[in-house]
């Protein structure tokens, strides 16, 4: 596609509830990194696929959190049993390369935990 | 000592100011290293990649300094448009990406 294309772009969810969010990156982009942006606060790193390789998850906050990529294609970033502190933007981006040429963001999904 | 720092500021200037943010990296093993540009509740967009040599685009002049581990960047002739959050991107290792928290410039006419 012409850009990150990430979905809901907003999602409201009850405490407790699993959600999933998607990002559907550039095509051919090898790279795609998950990060949070809390409100007023910096990009937080969650997790970073690269090909086929196995995905750095050094980022995801606890095992609540989860990640899936098959290949170069979309990416599904699931949250079970949310709490409230899990309210952020979730922000997708991909990469040509290994980040050495930039990376191309989505608008993001925002997601508020009531 | 985070990864990379910047100062959150704000920096508040006028229309057609001169204004420079730095940022630190802990990591001499980072590679690559960008400015992003971040409007209010906007995503980050790519402003400019740095390179050792300095670059400029237009009114933007980026600089590394590896051996003091900080790169710069400098805006000359501020507009309005200029006012958002300026983050710091370094990347270790060839695939880990670092973000700064940011430095926010307000620019008044």
């Known amino acids: 596609g012409a850009g990150v294309s990430q979905s809901p772009s907003n999602k409201v969810t009850e405490k407790g509830k699993d959600v999933e969010l998607r990002c559907d990156p550039i095509?051919?982009?090898?790279?795609l990194y998950w990060y949070r942006q809390r409100l007023g606060q910096g990009l937080e790193f969650l997790i970073y696929?690269?090909?086929?390789?196995?995905?750095?998850k050094s980022g995801l906050p606890s095992d609540r959190f989860s990640a899936e990529r098959t290949g170069e294609s979309v990416s599904t970033l699931t949250i079970q049993r949310t709490q409230q502190e899990d309210s952020a933007v979730y922000l997708c981006?991909?990469?040509?390369?290994?980040?050495?040429?930039?990376?191309?963001f989505g608008s993001g999904t925002r997601l508020t935990v009531v | 000592r985070k990864e990379v720092e910047q100062d959150p500021g704000p920096f508040n200037v006028p229309e057609g100011a001169t204004v420079a943010f730095n940022c630190t990296y802990s990591?001499?093993?980072?590679?690559?290293f960008f400015w992003y540009r971040q409007d209010c509740r906007k995503e980050p967009k790519l402003l400019m990649s740095?390179?050792?040599s300095g670059n400029e685009d237009g009114r933007f002049t980026a600089q590394l300094n590896r051996a003091s581990q900080y790169i710069s960047l400098l805006i000359r002739d501020s507009k309005l448009s200029d006012s958002a959050t300026y983050l710091c991107?370094?990347?270790?290792?060839?695939?880990?990406?670092?973000f700064g928290a940011g430095t926010r410039l307000f620019v008044k006419a």
């Open positions: 981006a991909s990469s040509p390369r290994t980040g050495s040429a930039g990376y191309t």
């Open positions: 095509s051919g982009h090898t790279a």
């Open positions: 696929f690269q090909g086929n390789s196995a995905p750095d």
């Open positions: 990591n001499s093993a980072s590679q690559s």
């Open positions: 740095v390179y050792s």
């Open positions: 991107v370094v990347t270790i290792g060839g695939f880990k990406t670092i």
